[in-house]
Every structure is written in C-alpha cells, then in structure tokens.
C-alpha cells in the first residue's frame, strides 16, 4: 500500500475510481440524493472534475491510498483563512468497504495533517453529519471534538 499526494492527471487516469469512491462518501451523508436520482453519476463526475481542477489551481490537496492499480481510499481538503487563522478544511475521506479496518483511513488523515503543519496552518477544522456515527467515532478517536 501507497500513500502519495495526488495530482489531476492521477485523478484523471483513475477516475472512474474516484467516482465510485466520492458516491460511496455522498451515500452515507445523503442517501436519499442517491437514491431518488437527485444526484447523479453525471453530477459526482463534475465534482471529481471540480477537485481535480482545485489541485492545479492549488487550491485544494488530495492524499490517496493505492494498491498496484487500486485506488483503495483518498482524503481531500483545502486550505482556507478565517478569523486570521490559516485552517486547514478536511473535506472527506472515504476508503472502500474492503480496505476498510487496515488503518488507512488513519494513514490519509496523517498525510492530511502533515501537510496542515507543512504549511503552517494553525487549525484543522472538518464537518460530520449526525447520520455518520462511525465518522463522528473516527475523528474523535484522532482528537477531533
């Protein structure tokens, strides 16, 4: 297993990947999106093009766990000012149901936090919806209130 910053041409050459994985993280905070046809594959494809285009822009990072030609989970976030805080947003990280327990959501949350400090943000911020309990338990157990 791998773990490496990700560029748009990674994204770009692993992308139906991607798009199974960022639908995997929208079902569990928003089923009923999925499952009444409001958000479409066509939709989540724009989305991972969106990230895509905030990594040239340097506007955003995503850190990816592979395996040979698996993409098995990825973490994505930006950086952002607020009340003269440089913070580091956690967007999401989701990891597929069979790499699931392997620690790798813990080692793209390292990679996340590394680069925070790297560049010198002094606060990391993320948001859990109240119907993700074993992502609320996560970032809890990583010191996340």
């Given at each position: 297993m791998k773990f490496?910053?990700?560029t748009s041409e990674e994204i770009s050459k692993y992308k139906d990947q991607f798009v199974e994985l960022y639908k995997q993280l929208i079902y569990v905070d928003y089923p009923e999106k999925v499952d009444q046809g409001i958000l479409t594959t066509l939709d989540i494809k724009k989305s991972i093009?969106?990230?895509s285009n905030y990594i040239d822009a340097q506007e955003g990072v995503v850190f990816v766990a592979q395996e040979e030609e698996v993409i098995c989970g990825y973490a994505h976030g930006y950086i952002r000012m607020f009340l003269d805080e440089k913070r580091?947003?956690?967007?999401g990280i989701v990891v597929k149901p069979e790499y699931m327990r392997k620690k790798i959501g813990h080692q793209l949350l390292n990679e996340l936090e590394k680069y925070a400090k790297q560049e010198k943000c002094d606060v990391m911020e993320l948001f859990v919806t109240t119907n993700n309990p074993s992502a609320e338990s996560f970032y809890r157990n990583k010191g996340f209130v």
């Open positions: 490496f910053r990700c093009d969106k990230i580091m947003m956690l967007d």
